[in-house]
C-alpha cells in the first residue's frame, strides 16, 4: 500500500527519465534487444548496423534510449551515452569517446591498413583537426576490439557538421573492421536529412537501420497512467481515459497529465471530474509553453517566410491528414517559390519535428500543434 501523501509524484515529464510504466514500446524493444544479442552474444559478437531513431519531440526517444542502456549493462556492454550538446567541437566528441583523448601524443601513430573504410575523408581542416579525427578513430578500433560496445547519441539532429561526419565515419570503420559495436543515433524526423546534408556529407548512413516512433495506441495511453502508487486512491476510470485520450499518444504528455493529476488529486486521493479540471488547467499552460517554443523555431529559420508556409501546411494537414512529398512541397512554394529555399524550409520543418514522413506521406509532427499554428495565423490576420 502506497501512501500518495508522503510519497513523491511518480510521473517525471520533460526530465528524460525514466518513467514508472515503459509502455507500448513492446515491437520496439524486442527489435533493440535482438540487436544488442549481436554484439554482446559470445557466437555472434560482431558489429550491428548503425540505428538512427527517429521521433517528434515528446515520443520517447530518450527514454527508449535509457532502456536500451540498462539492458546493454545487464548484459557487460560498456556503454557510451551523450548528448549532441555534450560534443560541440571534435574535441568535446573526443572528451565523450576517449576521456584521456586530450593527452593526444605529438606523433600520431599509424592506423591499421584496410580498417578505415575506403571512402573516409575527413572534411577539409586544419591539420590538428585531422590528426584529432585520426588518433580518436585508431583509439576507438583498439577500445572495441572483442569488447561489445554501445555507443549512444541522443539530439544527433544538432550535431555540428563536423562531429556528424565524425561519428558516421567512425560508426562505418568500426562496422568495417568487425569490432562488436552498436552505434545508436536519435532525433528528430529531420534526423536523417541532417546527416546526409552537404554540410555532413555522410550519404551511406542512409544505409543504417531507421527506427521511427510513433504514438501509443489508446491500450498502451492508458497503462502509462495507470501506476502502482494509485492503489489506495478512489479513481474515477473515465478521468485516466480522457486524459490518456487529450495525449494523443505523446509520453511526454502523458507523464505530464500523470503529474498533473497527481498534484491535483494528492490531498483526497482521488480522482474526479474536480481534480481533472485542475490537471487540465495545469497541462493546458504547459502545453503552451512547448507550443510556444515550437512556434519559434519556425520563426527563428533565416527565411521569414517560413511562417507563412508552416501556417499553409498546418491547414493542409488538418484536412487531410497526410500529404505527398509534391503536395508538401506546393504548400510550402504557396509562401516560398524558389524551389531551393522551399526545400531548405521543408528540411527545417522536418528537423524541429514539425512535420515527418511516415507511411509514404508527410504528416503534422503533434497534430495539435498545426492547430496552434493555424490559430496564431487567424489572430495575426
Known amino acids: 500500500m502506497y501512501d500518495s501523501t508522503t510519497i513523491p509524484n511518480p510521473f517525471r515529464p520533460g526530465t528524460g527519465a525514466y518513467p514508472p510504466v515503459l509502455a507500448g514500446r513492446e515491437a520496439e524493444q524486442s527489435t533493440l534487444t535482438e540487436e544488442l544479442l549481436r554484439i554482446s552474444h559470445a557466437s555472434l559478437a560482431g558489429p550491428a548496423n548503425p540505428l538512427l531513431l527517429s521521433a517528434p519531440r515528446g515520443m520517447g526517444k530518450t527514454v527508449l534510449l535509457s532502456w536500451l542502456a540498462r539492458q546493454a549493462e545487464t548484459q557487460d556492454v560498456q556503454v557510451v551515452a551523450a548528448a549532441a550538446g555534450d560534443m560541440p567541437d571534435l574535441a568535446g566528441l573526443a572528451g565523450i569517446l576517449w576521456p584521456d583523448s586530450r593527452k593526444t601524443p605529438s606523433r600520431l601513430t599509424s592506423i591499421k591498413a584496410g580498417i578505415v573504410a575506403a571512402d573516409w575523408r575527413p572534411p577539409e581542416r586544419d591539420r590538428s583537426s585531422s590528426q584529432l579525427r585520426a588518433v580518436l578513430l585508431e583509439h576507438l578500433l583498439q577500445a572495441t576490439a572483442g569488447r561489445p560496445t554501445l555507443i549512444q547519441i541522443d539530439e544527433a539532429h544538432t550535431l555540428a557538421p563536423e562531429v556528424a561526419n565524425a561519428v558516421c565515419n567512425f560508426a562505418q570503420s568500426l562496422v568495417r573492421a568487425d569490432n562488436p559495436v552498436w552505434v545508436v543515433l536519435a532525433g528528430t524526423p529531420g534526423l536523417i536529412a541532417h546527416l546526409t546534408s552537404a554540410q555532413v556529407g ?12 510513433g504514438g501509443l495506441a489508446p491500450p498502451a495511453r492508458l497503462q502509462a497512467l495507470e501506476v502502482a502508487e494509485w492503489s489506495d486512491w478512489q479513481i474515477d476510470r473515465a478521468v485516466l481515459e480522457l486524459a490518456a485520450q487529450d495525449s494523443q499518444g505523446f509520453p511526454y504528455f502523458l507523464q505530464r497529465w500523470g503529474h498533473a493529476l497527481w498534484d491535483a488529486g494528492k490531498q483526497e486521493r482521488t480522482l474526479s471530474s474536480d481534480v481533472l479540471a485542475a490537471a487540465r488547467r495545469q497541462v493546458d499552460s504547459v502545453r503552451g509553453e512547448f507550443y510556444a ?14 511562417v507563412a508556409a508552416a501556417q499553409a501546411l498546418a491547414r493542409a494537414l488538418l484536412a487531410v491528414g497526410g500529404l505527398s512529398l509534391d503536395a508538401t512541397m506546393a504548400r510550402i512554394k504557396e509562401a516560398i517559390p524558389t524551389h531551393a529555399d522551399a526545400v531548405a524550409a521543408r528540411r527545417h520543418l522536418e528537423r524541429i519535428g514539425f512535420i515527418y514522413h511516415k507511411g509514404g506521406v508527410f504528416v503534422g509532427g503533434i497534430p495539435s500543434l498545426l492547430r496552434y499554428v493555424t490559430d496564431n495565423a487567424a489572430t495575426s490576420a
Not at 202 to 213: N, P, T
Not at 293 to 306: M, S
Open 293 to 306: 517554443r515550437r512556434y519559434a523555431e519556425i520563426y527563428d529559420f533565416e527565411d521569414p517566410r517560413l
Open 202 to 213: 555522410a550519404s551511406f548512413i542512409e544505409r543504417a537501420d531507421v527506427m521511427a516512433l
